[in-house]
């Protein structure tokens, strides 16, 4: 073997090597996602509360559907309309006085606009779709610096997850 061919074989298995770590990589950001997620659903009670609502009930996929169903959403694309019903989770609440409400959350490890722009667009949808008030929520464990003026500003209200909620017990 020539020093030609062992360059090219070692260059052919560093791309393998490459290849399966971003495979590797791309399979634990689904599962870290998929327990933020998780941990989202399960402290729905708690974000609500933290916003100062009462948590009545989390809608499941099919409620969401039922919401559209009654309305033109001619307007939408069917890609909008698909994320609204795979939505991350959506609340219907009470505030202090009792009246309804609805919260909509996205959830991801690392927060980002796309993140910011689906809980806002499904927060606003809600609201077409019921007449009523709903509020925009994103939670993860951080957030893109390009939402700090968004959360600052309470246009998006922010659900941290501590790093630590993502260890095995």
Not at 45 to 60: C, P, Q, T
Request: aromatic share 8%.
């Amino acid at each position: 073997m020539t020093i030609a061919d062992t360059s090219t074989r070692i260059a052919e298995i560093s791309a393998q090597m490459d290849a399966k770590q971003i495979r590797m990589q791309e399979d634990l950001t689904w599962i870290i996602g998929r327990r933020v997620y998780d941990i989202v659903c399960n402290e729905a009670d708690l974000i609500a509360r933290e916003m100062g609502f009462v948590w009545e009930k989390s809608l499941v996929r099919a409620d969401l559907r039922r919401l559209t169903e009654q309305h033109d959403v001619s307007d939408l694309t069917r890609n909008d309309l698909r994320s609204f019903h795979r939505a991350d989770l959506v609340m219907q609440v009470a505030d202090g006085e009792g009246n309804p409400h609805y919260i909509a959350v996205e959830a991801s490890f690392t927060v980002n606009g796309r993140d910011s722009q689906r809980a806002l667009r499904n927060a606003e949808l809600i609201t077409r779709f019921t007449g009523l008030p709903a509020v925009a929520a994103v939670a993860g464990v951080r957030y893109d610096r390009n939402l700090k003026e968004s959360v600052e500003s309470e246009q998006l209200y922010w659900y941290e997850i501590p790093s630590d909620d993502l260890e095995a017990e």
